[in-house]
T-cell receptor, first 112, second 110 residues
């Protein structure tokens, strides 16, 4: 199993540009989530999904969209990037809500 | 809302024990976790404890849970330089989400 994979590893955007951060898992996990990590603030939940076709907002959803058309994929979209979205983004998955979460390697995003 | 607090920094000598502390606010938490993050890497689950347990031991790691005080600790015995990392405490809070503390930087001096 590849586990949880994220692409790209690193991205630089200009303010106002859009992009999609990809996340995929091959463990048949139902639960997937996106976090952002900022210095001194730990990880904060952006959006999550409890299964294909179901998504919900986390703690900091503004400026981000998600969709879950398949069990394997959970892309995160930035429609109009802002410097405040400069962060490290982690995708995670698990069998169920309270099961162990497996994290991807992260995407480092810089918005100029 | 839920809140998880940790001290920001801990420095120990190689071979000593490290104790990283965490407090949480959500009394309905079912699982509490400790994750480790090495520089430039993602988070790796170290261990977890179910809320009806007081203690869990896993090789060099000991987790203690005090539900009355909502206090969780991670003890690393015989700390090695490879244990230098950021350690995150996390709880499953109300509403399908994992709430993380800000992380404790552990520095191990040789």
């Amino acid at each position: 199993n590849a586990g949880v994979t994220q692409t790209p590893k690193f991205q630089v955007l200009k303010t106002g540009q859009s992009m999609t951060l990809q996340c995929a898992q091959d463990m048949n996990h139902e639960y997937m989530s996106w976090y952002r990590q900022d210095p001194g603030m730990g990880l904060r939940l952006i959006h999550y999904s409890v299964g294909a076709g179901i998504t919900d907002q986390g703690e900091v959803p503004n400026g981000y969209n998600v969709s879950r058309s398949t069990t394997e994929d959970f892309p995160l979209r930035l429609l109009s990037a802002a410097p405040s979205q400069t962060s490290v983004y982690f995708c995670a998955s698990s069998y169920g809500r309270t099961e162990t979460q497996y994290f991807g390697p992260g995407t480092r995003l810089l918005v100029l | 809302g839920e809140d998880v607090e940790q001290s920001l920094f801990l420095s120990v000598r190689e071979g000593d024990s490290s104790v990283i502390n965490c407090t949480y606010t959500d009394s309905s938490s079912t699982y509490l976790y400790w994750y480790k993050q090495e520089p430039g890497a993602g988070l790796q689950l170290l261990t977890y404890i179910f809320s009806n347990m007081d203690m869990k031991q896993d090789q060099r790691l000991t987790v203690l849970l005090n539900k009355k005080d909502k206090h969780l600790s991670l003890r690393i015995a015989d700390t090695q330089t490879g244990d230098s990392a950021i350690y995150f405490c996390a709880e499953w809070g109300y509403g399908n989400k994992l709430v993380f503390g800000a992380g404790t930087i552990l520095r191990v001096k040789s």
